[in-house]
């Protein structure tokens, strides 16, 4: 598209617009970051693109990229692409705010007398839930900093939590 032109006849520069995209993510990617290959379409022509994804992202987070956008006019720069982060749903844990849950089977006995059960985290540790005597359908534990990686701090994570689910004898 032509740039706007002055009385001179001359055409003015303008910076191309920003472009807003879509992307989803596993909670596995929003997790650790991820690098994806996107294919971009300018005026007719495509190209590709690999962008970083920063660990951490949550759902509706919009990551920039930098000169991505439209192509400015008169030798004005690109304008920005953001990607607007959507989270696949996943079949053992959901994300609420910063925090991770999920549910953990428990067996009756276990619940009745006391035991301990084993959690997988998202980062794939095994963890030990240590479950007290007399322990109830749907109580809630927490495991501290066992949850998302908080995006800019590196190592740091949210929690964990676990929800009991207790396990009825078959027979």
């Known amino acids: ?17 920003d472009v807003e995209q879509e992307i989803t993510l596993t909670l596995e990617e929003a997790d650790r970051g991820t690098t994806r290959k996107l294919t971009l379409k300018h005026d007719g022509h495509s190209r590709t693109v690999d962008v970083r994804i920063p660990a951490g992202v949550g759902d ?19 304008g920005d692409l953001y990607l607007r982060v959507r ?27 006391g035991g301990e059960v084993q959690v997988t985290a998202l980062h794939g540790r095994t963890l030990r839930l240590k479950i007290p005597p007399t322990t109830q359908n749907g109580q809630v534990f927490r495991l501290r900093g066992q949850g ?21 004898p078959r027979h």
């Open 1 to 17: 598209e032509p740039g706007l032109r002055t009385r001179t006849g001359r055409t003015r520069a303008r910076r191309g617009r």
């Open 60 to 78: 509706g987070s919009r990551v920039r990229v930098p000169g991505e956008g439209e192509r400015g006019t008169g030798g004005a720069p690109s």
């Open 87 to 113: 989270l696949a749903p996943h079949p053992q844990f959901e994300r609420r705010g910063r925090d991770l849950y999920t549910k953990v089977p428990v067996p009756l006995t276990v619940a009745v007398l």
């Open 148 to 168: 998302m990686t908080l995006p800019g701090k590196s190592g740091e994570r949210s929690d964990l939590y676990a929800t009991v689910d207790v396990q009825l």
